[in-house]
C-alpha cells in the first residue's frame, strides 16, 4: 500500500510506522500533505463549482446590493417543497424560488434580506440567506419584485 501510494505521489501514513503504539492494519493520508480542511474544502468546492458551471444544471445571473453594481454568477434554482413532517402542511418556504449561488462569486459581500438577484430578466428580492457549513455557497430564498 505504502509503495502504490507514494508511486502516485500521495503522502500516506502506516500505523505501522508510530514509534509509539503501532497499528499494523491503519493507513491515512498524511495531515501535513492534507490538512483536514482543506482537502475537504477542495473535493466540495470542486464539485460544487462544476454543478454550477453545467449549462444544464447552473443558470446565469447577476447579485447585488442595491444601489450597487451588479455582479455576474450563476446559480442552481430550485423551489422547495418545505414538508412538515407529522403536521401534514407545507412550510413558509414551499413553494417560493430558492438560488444557490457560489461565495466566491460575490465575495466580499455576504448576502441579506434585500439584496437583489437578476434571472432572465426578473429581478428577485432575496427574503432569506444561509451559507452552507462549509462557507462555499448561500442558499438564497428569492420574491419577485
Known amino acids: 500500500m505504502k509503495d502504490a501510494a507514494q508511486a502516485r505521489g500521495?503522502?500516506?501514513?502506516?500505523?505501522?510506522?508510530?514509534?509509539?503504539?503501532?497499528?499494523?492494519?491503519?493507513?491515512?493520508l498524511n495531515r501535513d500533505a492534507y490538512p483536514a480542511g482543506k482537502r475537504l474544502m477542495s473535493a466540495f468546492a470542486a464539485a460544487l463549482a462544476a454543478v454550477h458551471a453545467d449549462t444544464?444544471?447552473?443558470?446565469?445571473?447577476?447579485?447585488?446590493?442595491?444601489?450597487?453594481p451588479w455582479v455576474p454568477a450563476r446559480v442552481v434554482l430550485s423551489r422547495p417543497a418545505d414538508a412538515i413532517g407529522g403536521l401534514g402542511g407545507l412550510g413558509t418556504?414551499?413553494?417560493?424560488?430558492?438560488?444557490?449561488?457560489?461565495?466566491?462569486?460575490?465575495?466580499?459581500?455576504?448576502?441579506?434580506?434585500?439584496?437583489?438577484?437578476?434571472?432572465?430578466?426578473?429581478?428577485?428580492?432575496?427574503?432569506d440567506a444561509e451559507r452552507d457549513p462549509l462557507g462555499l455557497s448561500w442558499r438564497l430564498i428569492l420574491a419577485e419584485t
Open 56 to 68: 444544464n444544471i447552473g443558470t446565469p445571473a447577476d447579485f447585488r446590493r442595491p444601489p450597487g
Open 93 to 127: 418556504r414551499a413553494g417560493s424560488l430558492a438560488a444557490t449561488i457560489l461565495a466566491g462569486d460575490i465575495a466580499p459581500l455576504e448576502p441579506q434580506r434585500g439584496d437583489e438577484v437578476l434571472l432572465n430578466g426578473t429581478v428577485h428580492r432575496v427574503d
Open 10 to 28: 500521495i503522502a500516506l501514513v502506516w500505523g505501522g510506522d508510530w514509534p509509539r503504539f503501532r497499528d499494523g492494519p491503519h493507513f491515512e
